[in-house]
């Protein structure tokens, strides 16, 4: 994901009150809830990705609904946008979340789970992007993540469907999952999640030779190709 910080992020830098962002963040994590509802049942699950323009403010959300069973695309929603909040390692959320939630609004399928490019509770104060959206919309919510942000592993996970606990501040906040193929990858609880089936349902969703569960995969292929046709 490219990421990009324009000309005028040196002054929106210094009027962002980060102790107050902090604050909000501390107060949705606090919100979290590590299981599932009762009458969970995964019929539609929808990916959530953003990609960005290069040298460019201008960026597209990518939504992605799947039908699990029968393994294909119900619907698929993008939404262009300008960036007005730059990029700050631990603050993704408040650049990205804003336009997920405008998204989401335009699908017309129900939304089962969500799969957010980026980090659930595996942060440093337990809410990334898909935890500060899955408290938000109250949805069962599953961050992965492409390269690591916060905490260690003792090990690799070496066999495709194998995962090793992510310690983080001596908490086992997140998992590092083999994929079917490429680098490993990064789950963590969003919302209404335990991780034992974030992890699951993770690796059940990628399919053969592929990294990423298949909705998130899509959702970051084409907002990918997107962004360079439309902008």
Not at 157 to 165: D, F, K, L, M, S
Request: glycine share 6%; proline share 6%.
């Amino acid at each position: 994901m490219c990421l990009f910080i324009n000309s005028k992020a040196g002054k929106i830098l210094s009027n962002i009150d980060f102790d107050k962002l902090k604050v909000i963040q501390k107060k949705l994590a606090s919100k979290v809830k590590q299981e599932l509802p009762e009458n969970f049942h995964l019929s539609i699950a929808t990916g959530l990705d953003i990609s960005y323009q290069k040298n460019s403010d201008q960026a597209v959300a990518m939504a992605v609904s799947y039908d699990v069973k029968n393994k294909k695309i119900c619907e698929e929603k993008y939404k262009k946008f300008r960036i007005s909040f730059p990029y700050v390692s631990g603050f993704l959320a408040f650049r990205e979340v804003p336009f997920y939630l405008r998204i989401l609004k335009l699908l017309e399928n129900p939304i089962d789970l969500l799969l957010v490019d980026g980090f659930g509770i595996l942060h440093p104060r337990k809410l990334g992007s898909a935890a500060h959206l899955g408290v938000l919309t109250n949805t069962p919510t599953i961050g992965v993540g492409k390269s690591k942000f916060v905490g260690n592993v003792n090990t690799q996970p070496n066999t495709p469907g194998e995962w090793i606990p992510i310690i983080y501040k001596n908490k086992q906040l997140g998992a590092l999952l083999k994929p079917n193929m490429g680098k490993n990858i990064y789950i963590s609880v969003g919302n209404l999640i335990d991780l034992k089936s974030a992890v699951k349902i993770s690796y059940d969703l990628i399919m053969p030779n592929k990294r990423l569960p298949e909705p998130l995969f899509l959702a970051d292929r084409d907002s990918k190709e997107l962004v360079n046709e439309i902008l």
